[in-house]
């Protein structure tokens, strides 16, 4: 607790401070059956570079090598008041150590959460199903120039991940870059991280959906992003 009341009381302090503009995006594999696979997601984006408490949501995703892509949301650790107290951060902190913690444990396959069961029942998914984290790694790679899966390449992916967040293009000569191996293949489908700031980055930089073109924003600063890749067949 003195832990968090600390971060507490630093995050109030320094609540008008700015910072980079950060998004991150976790994804982590739980299980693949008839060419789907099942994600725990974490997701947030701070677009004003904030130096406090930024909102943080936890989800649910399948993916399948033939398009398909559905988000289901779990939770939201909602950020405090923009002039919140210490008291008010500490308890959001806490709140957040507690579904990290959730998310973090082992998946409950008898007693899953509300959220989950409408996939697990649309899809099938079952403890039978299970996948590991790391099933596949290093099996695939994406860069500018290409995709590859062994020696099959294609035309570098447009990778994807939460909210419609895609990888924008990267000039492969301008901005040269080894291979990025894929952390989870499995099923038709990769997943990488990528890494990205002003001063160096390992793979994609993300661009946001828009409507309208004028309406685009420049672009978040930092990166720390699992997206997704469709293999070639």
């Known amino acids: 607790m003195k832990v968090w009341l600390l ?16 998004l991150e995006v976790k994804l982590t594999p739980l299980a693949a059956r008839k060419g789907a696979v099942l994600f725990r997601t974490r997701y947030t984006l701070n677009r004003e570079g904030a130096h406090r408490f930024m909102a943080v949501e936890f ?10 892509w559905k988000e289901v949301p779990h939770r939201t650790v909602a950020e405090p008041p923009l002039h919140a107290t210490a008291e008010e951060d500490t308890r959001a902190w806490a709140e957040l150590e507690r579904v990290d913690a959730e998310f973090k444990a082992p998946l409950d396959w008898k007693s899953p959460p509300e959220s989950l069961v409408g996939l697990l029942r649309e899809y099938g998914f079952t403890k039978k199903d299970a996948v590991a984290k790391n099933a596949g790694a290093g099996t695939a790679t994406w860069s500018p120039k290409a995709l590859c899966q062994g020696q099959r390449c294609t035309k570098p992916c447009r990778q994807r991940t939460l909210h419609e967040w895609r990888s924008g293009d990267i000039d492969p000569v301008a901005e040269p870059q080894k291979p990025m191996k894929a952390l989870f293949v499995h099923s038709g489908v990769a997943v990488f991280r990528n890494e990205y700031d002003e001063e160096d980055n390992h793979g994609a930089f993300f661009t946001e959906p828009v409507v309208e073109e004028e309406d685009r924003n420049p672009g978040i600063e930092m990166h720390d992003v699992m997206a997704i890749c469709v293999l070639p067949r």
Do not use: E, Y
């Open 7 to 22: 971060m507490g009381l630093l995050a109030a302090g320094s609540a008008g401070a700015t910072g980079p503009s950060r």
């Open 59 to 68: 989800g649910w995703l399948v993916v399948d090598a033939r398009g398909g």
